[in-house]
């Protein structure tokens, strides 16, 4: 039997498997059967397989934010900060070969700030663009890991 699953604006057909044979059964709801690495047939939730996909939405953290900035992207790979409220020193943890993920930020409406992408995680930057300092300015970091590097480019919303 197909099991048609839509996250979002994805839709995902898995195959289901139940047989007598000894490979793994649906018994959920959310379960569905999926080939591993192996192309052994395993059982994961819904939000198991959402977590695969890279899906699972993003955090939107509020707040005076200044100072260094640690982005742990191990759950989250996008996140949004509102209200950055002094100089900032911006770093990218717990990002695995091929995650992907975007980075949103908005200036409070002093600006003016010095913001930097640390060096030490963001070792690829893409295209010439800059980080718009001014007030209220929103700033768009999209980023890519590329084996140990993060490929990074940056952009505004106009």
Do not use: C
């Not at 379960?31 to 939107?60: E, H, R, Y």
Request: no cysteine; aromatic share 8%; glycine share 10%.
């Amino acid at each position: 039997m197909d099991l048609e699953v839509t996250l979002k604006t994805q839709t995902i057909n898995v195959e289901i498997e139940n047989t007598s044979t000894g490979l793994p059964t649906a018994t959920a709801e959310n379960d569905v059967i999926m080939a591993n690495s192996s192309f052994s047939w395993i059982k994961k939730t819904l939000a198991q397989l959402k977590a695969l996909l890279g899906i699972l939405g993003f955090t939107v953290e509020t707040g005076g934010y200044l100072g260094a900035i640690l982005i742990d992207v191990t759950t989250y790979k996008d996140h949004k900060y509102n209200n950055i409220a002094g100089n900032t020193d911006w770093q990218i943890t717990g990002a695995t070969d091929g995650d992907a993920g975007m980075l949103i930020f908005i200036i409070d409406s002093t600006g003016g700030y010095t913001i930097t992408m640390n060096a030490s995680s963001w070792t690829k930057k893409v295209g010439s663009g800059t980080i718009d300092t001014t007030a209220n300015a929103i700033n768009v970091v999209s980023w890519r890991a590329v084996g140990t590097d993060i490929y990074y480019t940056i952009n505004q919303v106009e």
